[in-house]
């Protein structure tokens, strides 16, 4: 029996994409209906994840948004913690954290977060791909549809999936939004004349066009094209990675099984149907090895285990394995590299958490006012213009001075001389440094400010105060 592997003959080796045709053209991916145990599970999860996506903007804590990702005020609330422009060294640190997570799960388990639980796959996949088999058909009906001239039954099926794939994009633009300004704002919206909020209905209809581009008619090309992950997977990965894995060892060399077949010419457990590549959503042959185009959604698993149990041979000919596994019979989960990645990950939670738990409550900018530099009053004395700005990261108003370490130095506010702050907001203000000119000995002096929150300490202030030297 041969055990050349499929992944090394030239004669297999794929330098295109399968949805594109020699032309450039795109080949449309039809994939028929698949059901088996990894199908069943996968449907399970992605009714959770959806539940919690769409339930996620309606979640608060203390009537706080529990998830919020402003990036139009550069505030962010993520379980609960707010995160300010002065806190993107937090944020940094967040998003090195998820990248090394990333990088650590797929060199263990490959590519398996895209089949399971990628937004673009639980919409495309689990929603729009339903709505499609329930209104136009598996695969083969689904063809003759397209190939039909444009008559009562195509334009009322067609018809009928683009609308309910409109309020779908509407349904997934309006939750996103709210991720973005929070539902309270996005229930205003929708509830006024598009007029009165022009920038958030325009928004809203740009996001629901996105979407409905995506899935309607870009579809698989947003794995294959667009997004970085799949070409990430040839560094990420090594020959003791998990993935969506054809045993070539025990499937070729693949023949089809015939009536009153004699001879001695050994057969793999292949039978060469090819329904693991007419259930794959993009395309690919699975028995070329690991390709680019796989997001791992186990499609091709449940259809071979489905032909494996009719042939009566052993299920598993497509499973989830390493290449290792495969050739070796051996299967190390635990290497160099993982133990590195695990390191890494484990230093930069620490840091992180280190960070979060010394963070301020409350910070506070301050900046001699632009153009001026000093001003000398009738009474002796010399005064800097200052602006300040103080972010509240609390829940909770606070109530902030400022103090001159030094007592040859005083403080005037500006207007409202209050400076109380409200739970998770920002405000600014201006103030005079003031001082006897005979205090000067220095055309710019360093001077500490001392900022107060209900009446305690919190942080000193560095600036500076210019002005004549006394003669």
């Known amino acids: 029996m041969s055990n050349k592997n499929p992944h090394l003959d030239p004669e297999k080796f794929r330098d295109s994409l399968g949805t594109v045709s020699d ?65 993107t060294h937090l944020l940094i640190f967040l998003l090195l954290i998820f990248f090394v997570f990333v990088i650590l799960f797929t060199a263990v388990f490959g590519r398996i977060f895209c089949g399971w639980a990628c937004p673009q ?53 309006h939750t996103v939004m709210a991720y973005l300004i929070g539902i309270d704002q996005v229930k205003v919206i929708i509830s006024q004349p598009p007029s009165e909020h022009l920038a958030g209905f325009i928004g809203l209809m740009a996001f629901t066009g996105i979407f409905l581009f995506i899935f309607s008619w870009f579809r698989e090309q947003a794995c294959i094209v667009v997004c970085p992950y799949g070409r990430l997977q040839g560094v990420l990965l090594d020959a003791n990675s998990i993935n969506v894995t054809y045993d070539h060892v025990r499937g070729e060399p693949r023949a089809p099984i015939r009536k009153n077949q004699v001879g001695d010419n050994p057969k793999g457990d292949c039978i060469d149907c090819g329904l693991c ?46 290449d290792n596994s495969v050739l070796l019979k051996t299967q190390k989960l635990i290497t160099g590299r993982v133990k590195l990645y695990s390191f890494l990950l484990l230093v930069l939670v620490g840091a992180f958490v280190a960070l979060l738990v010394t963070r301020d409550d409350l910070g506070a900018t301050v900046t001699r006012f632009r153009g001026m530099t000093y001003q000398a ?27 001159p370490m030094d007592e040859k130095y005083t403080v005037e506010v500006v207007g409202d001389q209050n400076w109380t702050l409200e739970g998770q907001a920002k405000f600014e203000a201006r103030f005079f440094i003031v001082t006897q000119a005979g205090n000067i000995t220095s055309n710019q002096e360093n001077i500490t400010l001392l900022l107060t929150q209900n009446g305690e300490v919190i942080d000193k202030i560095k600036t500076s105060f210019v002005g004549p030297i006394a003669k």
């Open 23 to 87: 032309d450039g053209s795109r080949n449309w991916i039809y994939p028929k209906k698949v059901s088996g145990k990894f199908y069943r599970w996968r449907t399970y999860l992605s009714w959770l994840l959806l539940a919690i996506l769409f339930v996620g903007p309606f979640i608060k804590v203390g009537g706080r948004p529990y998830l919020l990702f402003n990036i139009f005020e550069r505030k962010f609330i993520i379980f609960g913690a707010a995160f300010w422009p002065q806190d």
């Open 377 to 403: 009053r009738d009474t002796g004395e010399i005064s800097n213009l200052y602006e300040v700005t103080f972010i509240n990261k609390t829940f909770d108003p606070q109530t902030v001075t400022l103090v």
């Open 121 to 173: 796959t639980l919409f495309m996949e689990m929603v729009f791909r339903k709505i499609e088999y329930w209104i136009e058909g598996d695969a083969n009906q689904q063809k003759k549809l397209d190939a039909m001239a444009w008559n009562k039954e195509k334009i009322g099926k067609k018809g009928l999936k683009m609308f309910i794939f409109v309020l779908i994009s509407l349904l997934i633009s």
């Open 277 to 322: 590549v007419q259930v794959c959503p993009t395309g690919i042959d699975i028995r070329n090895g690991v390709q680019m185009e796989c997001v791992n959604c186990t499609a091709c698993i449940d259809v071979c285990d489905e032909v494996m149990d009719k042939v009566e041979r052993p299920r598993g000919l497509i499973r989830y394995a390493s």
